[in-house]
């Protein structure tokens, strides 16, 4: 499937191959189509394997994750005021967010809506199965808020392209990123900690949660505030890309949003 779509279809694949020439800018031609045939063998993989999740034994779904610093998302829920996760399309991260709550850990996820209905309703169910919980985009705010007074698990993918509108421009492989800055005011405002957590495709089949200790809170809600821990949440994101460039989808349109060419700071959006 991830042949089809990257050499036969080649699904954006000209947008994949410039994203990778901005972002490093040293490599050779050939080592840039390895990392491409390997990204859309990723891709391929990441469907079947989220599409399989409706009929696979629980526990041998289980069995297939490990992890890497699991203590510091243990310690942060200690503290009783939920936890706010850090992630981005990186290894099969559908699949990680939907087993989350199968391992114990009472998951919320931050989603768009998929335009596909076929696609929503299925995913939504394969989701629900497992006990992973959906807020919207867009008026989600309040249910955040109380997933936090709960003591839960709020998932953030936050390397989606935003409008103007939505989101505020920071730095990621050196070119300007419209990026959502709800993470940030949920965490001025809640007090509730900002852990990493990446998800990784291991060469044997199995998938491990990488997490990395908390991120220091906004100083404030002032837009600056929220911008600068915006900028530090997009630098975690692109160490870990930059870690592992053939598990994070090039294929999206990252950089389609555009500064204006007389800058002005768009207003800050009051929801997550």
């Known amino acids: 499937m991830g042949f089809a779509l990257g050499s036969v279809i080649r699904y954006r694949r000209r947008d994949a191959s410039d994203a990778l020439t901005h972002a490093f800018p040293d490599w050779s031609s050939a080592k840039k189509k390895v990392v491409l045939r390997q990204m859309y063998r990723h891709f391929g993989l990441n469907i079947v394997e989220m599409l399989r999740l409706e009929w696979e034994e629980r526990e041998a779904v289980k069995q297939r994750m490990e992890w890497c610093g699991r203590e510091y998302l243990d310690r942060a829920l200690n503290q009783k005021h939920g936890v706010l996760v850090l992630s981005a399309h990186t290894g099969n991260w559908e699949l990680g967010i939907t087993v989350l709550p199968a391992l114990g850990y009472p998951l919320n996820v931050v989603v768009k809506t998929i335009r596909n209905v076929a696609v929503r309703e299925r995913v939504t169910r394969i989701r629900r199965s497992f006990g992973l919980k959906e807020i919207p985009a867009r008026g989600g705010y309040r249910m955040c808020l109380r997933a936090l007074r709960n003591n839960e698990v709020i998932g953030f993918v936050l390397d989606q392209n935003m409008t103007r509108a939505e989101g505020v421009f920071v730095e990621f492989f050196g070119r300007p990123a419209c990026t959502t800055p709800g993470l940030a005011h949920l965490a001025a405002v809640s007090g509730a900690p900002v852990l990493p957590v990446f998800l990784e495709r291991l060469p044997d089949g199995r998938h491990r949660y990488n997490c990395f200790p908390p991120l220091v809170p906004p100083s404030g809600r002032h837009p600056d505030a929220l911008k600068e821990a915006t900028q530090r949440y997009t630098r975690t994101i692109e160490k870990f890309v930059r870690e592992h460039p053939d598990q994070w989808i090039w294929i999206h ?17 009051a929801h997550a």
Do not use: G
């Not at 349109?253 to 768009?266: A, F």
């Open 253 to 269: 349109r990252r950089w389609k949003t555009r500064p204006l060419p007389t800058s002005e700071t768009p207003t800050l959006p």
